[in-house]
């Protein structure tokens, strides 16, 4: 009978915490195995141990002091009881890794084609001339276009995608019979995702190769697995074939990270759960009379014509955001959709004031806006990352107040009361105002990101990718606290984001933005269901499915359409 490629058996890590002798369990007898060229998919959220699992397979927990037990074998290998030169042999020739940050796994003073020589010449008895020869090689495999100049430059040189590429590049070179890829494509466009995946996928037809996918996104593994491992607190909570796991869930803990999973066909977060009522596709640029209803129409809480912000000078001229025009009304939610570089993050700022236009008019309010320093009154915004966004060294609670004494409150038990009020209305606790952001998770500092935005009460929200980072259910539930505030106080929002999934559930209306210009934007069920413009469409056809009997249709659409 053949072995397995990966055969682990009861595998349990604890992890060193607090006194000597303590320990907090991370993965609690996990079991499963994988056969060369085959795709099991680790499923979970953040803290459920999926990422501990994949290092073990590498023996990369041993000398941290990290408690094992149980049994790992990869390729042949038992990894517990594997030499160090048997573990080097290992990393590289029988397995490699493809990390989630390409840019914190590079070396950012090395070339690229002499990093991946490097660790071919650890690997294989070669010359240098030899090992330059292979990491052009695969270089070129993994769709790096001039592959003997690209070899020559730096990872800032590259893309988020390139380098993405590279690293995957990296890990064939020493020809592995096992690929793990932990997060591949989190920080990746929804394009460069598809791109990444369908190159994995490639591989893995192409040479045999078995792969194990860490991912949270249940999405990207439907498409690219045959199996999935669904984790949940250290263990394995349910296991099968990917298409019965979608369709027919054991697990109750299953069922729910399924309903938490963002579709292009699902219902809107507003409303309870109902769509919204149709929003205008055009509104007026000021206060006045409906000609037809006879009512009387409030302006726009911000509306931008020709906006346009370009960076540097001469020939390093950029133009980021090039003749934007646009309104948002009181309650109303305008998703913002396009790859990195499109503009929509340089934009967003321009519409809080954190940027100054180059060129073009922006009016809050009906009134016409002059140049503003810091945040414009009535806007705030939430970002992408809360950890950067909130200073480590203050509480959560002094974070919060920030804008009110910004904006003149001195009673520091009026302060105190406000704060207090706005972190339960976020689903935190008033006793939480003295605490630090370290002592959060993810979701818990975003939520106190979201109750700072509401601190100084805006009639206008920006929010820049502000679940991006976070896992499906967590994102579920910020998406449902930012419309269930948007309902009861009238704010209108901005939601700036890659995945087009999420921008569907909680937008009015959709603009999509491409090299710095809007090339579509309308009614958000009519921009989804009849895109007008190429590049939407394209965006549509790389969002993931949870349907794996779709995959194999989707993948050769998407390399028409990426042709």
Known sequence: MTQPLVDVTRLTVDFPVGAPGEYVRAVDEVSFTLDAGRALGIVGESGSGKSTVAAALLGLHRGTGARLDGAVRVGGTDVASASPAQLRRLRGGTAAMVFQDPLSSLDPYQAIGDQIAEVHRIHADVSRRAARARAVEVLDRVGITDAVRRSRARPHEFSGGMRQRALIAMALACEPRLLIADEPTTALDVTVQAQILDLLHGLREERGLG?????????????????????????????????????????????????????????????????????????????????????????????????????????????????????????????????????????????????????????????????????????????????????????????????????????????????????????????????????????????????????????????????SALDVTTQAQVTALLAELQRELGIALVFIAHDLAVVRQVSDRVAVMRRGEIVEEGPVDEVYDRPAHPYTRQLLAAVPALDPALADARRASRQEVFA
Do not use: W
């Open 211 to 467: 792969l194990l996918l860490v991912t949270h996104d249940v999405g990207v593994a439907a498409e690219n697995v045959d199996e999935l491992l669904v984790m949940r607190g250290g263990r394995a909570v349910e296991r099968g074939a990917v298409s019965r796991v979608l369709s027919a869930p054991d697990d109750p803990y299953t069922r729910t990270l399924l309903a938490a999973v963002p579709r292009l066909d699902g219902v809107r977060v507003r409303a309870g759960g109902s769509a919204p009522d149709p929003a205008p596709q055009s509104p007026p640029a000021t206060a006045g009379r409906d000609p037809q209803a006879g009512l009387e129409v409030a302006a726009p809480v911000v509306e931008v014509f020709g906006l346009r912000k370009e960076f540097g000078r001469g020939k390093r001229r950029v133009v980021a955001v090039g003749g934007v025009s646009l309104a948002v009304r009181a309650g109303e939610t305008l998703g913002i959709v396009g790859e990195s570089g499109s503009g929509k993050s340089t934009l967003g700022r321009m519409l809080v004031g954190l940027l100054e236009p180059s060129a073009g008019r922006l009016r809050r309010d009906g009134r016409e806006d002059g140049a503003v320093t810091g945040v414009a009154p009535g806007v705030q915004m939430v970002f992408q990352d809360p950890v950067s966004s909130l200073n480590p060294r203050r509480s959560i609670g002094e974070s919060v107040a920030d804008p009110l004494r910004a904006a003149g409150e001195r009673d520091e038990s009026a302060i105190r009361a406000r704060v207090g009020e706005l972190l339960l209305r976020v689903g935190l606790e008033a006793a939480h105002y003295d605490r630090y952001p370290h002592e959060f998770s993810g979701g818990q500092r975003q939520r106190v990101g979201i109750a700072r935005a509401l601190a100084p009460r805006p009639r206008l929200i920006v929010c820049d990718e502000p679940v």
